[in-house]
């Protein structure tokens, strides 16, 4: 069953992206039905990591997120490593497309390092969020509730903590990118 059919996916990365983190949600979107946009902060492509610390190839970026547009996207994926949402954070091209997803209501899916982009736009208060240890703090210092789960999913928001957490992570974010409203007409 295809329950992501005509659903079209934004994932935001940069340099540095965990490549398991990518890839495998990435397919289990695309077995669903769905197809995605890699967006970035630079044309080419980015280049992706192990563990953080060993390479493990690139992907190719499909567009800039300075020129995407929330409206032509049904949902957001926010892979982590550690690198990739550091570089993010601090550009106002991607921080203000993450700050409009948010505020539209969509559902957005988060792993690992993933939701510092989430407390960079001040978008965790009040929220129960689960990531990479290290980012609890920020989580709880932003006004959030760090959880220590393979799977939070908390209104628009579905965070996990790690690769290790990929194999629940997957279809809790088919199951609520399959949610989404459809887009009205006119």
Not at 31 to 45: F, P, V
Not at 88 to 103: E, K, P, Q, T
Not at 167 to 172: D, E, L, Y
């Amino acid at each position: 069953m295809k329950d992501l059919e005509g659903k079209r996916i934004a994932i935001l990365a940069a340099n540095g992206v965990e490549r398991v983190e990518l890839e495998m949600p990435r397919g289990a979107l695309y077995g669903a039905g769905a197809t995605s946009d890699l967006l970035s902060i630079h044309t080419g492509e980015i280049w992706a990591r192990q563990w953080d610390k060993d390479p493990a190839g690139t992907f190719q970026v499909d567009g800039l997120v300075s020129e995407a547009s929330v409206s032509d996207y049904d949902a957001l994926l926010l892979p982590g490593g550690t690198v990739n949402p550091d570089t993010l954070r601090i550009n106002a091209d991607a921080m203000g497309f993450v700050r409009d997803f948010v505020a539209s209501g969509k559902p957005i899916a988060a792993i690992c390092h993933g939701p510092w982009s989430l407390v960079e736009v001040g978008a965790v208060r009040g929220h129960r969020l689960t990531s990479w240890p290290s980012l609890w703090t920020d989580i709880r210092n932003a006004g959030g509730e760090p959880v220590d789960q393979e799977v939070c999913i908390d209104g628009q928001f579905t965070t996990s903590r790690s690769p290790y957490d990929l194999p629940a992570f997957c279809p809790a974010i088919i199951q609520q990118f399959a949610g989404v409203r459809e887009k009205v007409a006119g």
